[in-house]
């Protein structure tokens, strides 16, 4: 994580360092982005960088931290808006993100994805420790909505709607048919809700 040094920075020095960062890591594979680069697009010595960031990881672990505590927040405020219903919220939250996919973190998020394809959507769920992410989201859910069986089935319900989402604004981006893929991932929210397997087929093991 940073240090305290970049958290004492102004925040127009902060944000020009990120964006330098974020525009880096979109446009190219993370493996493939020097941190002479980054630091030249952001125009701090070198010597500045290391006096934020342990190194290029430590960086890039924190452009994704704060992309989830803004996706985090978009969630919080949406499941609100539609008092718990995970996969209404979830839709709320494709539509939005649609529509600003041209602006801003959006873009540069899609971005980021599309230059790093081993990154994982449930990147942004998996988060250890107390008072996690996935921990307090789960206090906005309805869970009354939901056939949840085991204690891990809400995360993993949480990990694929972000996964099949991001799929969504990835393919509205990459077709420029942002209703197409709404169909398609309204579609697939109607087969997780639902469920695949056939009443009369024996249960998988495990």
Do not use: W
Not at 16 to 45: C, H, M, N, W
Not at 70 to 76: A, G, K, N, V
Not at 114 to 135: A, I, T, W
């Amino acid at each position: 994580m940073p240090s305290t040094t970049f958290f004492n920075l102004p925040a127009a020095k902060r944000e020009k360092l990120l964006r330098a960062a974020r525009a880096e890591f979109g446009r190219t594979a993370y493996a493939d982005v020097p941190v002479s680069r980054i630091i030249q697009a952001a125009g701090i010595p070198r010597g500045s960088f290391y006096m934020y960031f342990a190194d290029k990881q430590d960086l890039f672990a924190y452009l994704l931290e704060d992309f989830g505590r803004q996706l985090e927040e978009r969630i919080s405020r949406l499941l609100d808006g539609r008092r718990g219903d995970l996969f209404a919220a979830f839709l709320d939250l494709y539509d939005e993100m649609a529509r600003e996919r041209e602006r801003g973190e959006v873009q540069e998020l899609m971005d980021i994805f599309r230059c790093n394809r081993q990154l994982s959507p449930g990147v942004f769920v998996r988060q250890e420790g107390k008072d996690s992410r996935m921990e307090r989201l789960a206090g906005r859910i309805d869970q009354s909505l939901l056939d949840l069986r085991r204690a891990e089935d809400l995360e993993n319900l949480f990990h694929l709607l972000v996964t099949v989402t991001a799929g969504a604004l990835m393919a509205a981006g990459c077709s420029g048919d942002p209703a197409g893929a709404r169909r398609r991932l309204v579609q697939m929210f109607h087969i997780l809700e639902r469920g695949a397997a056939s009443r009369a087929a024996a249960p998988a093991s495990g």
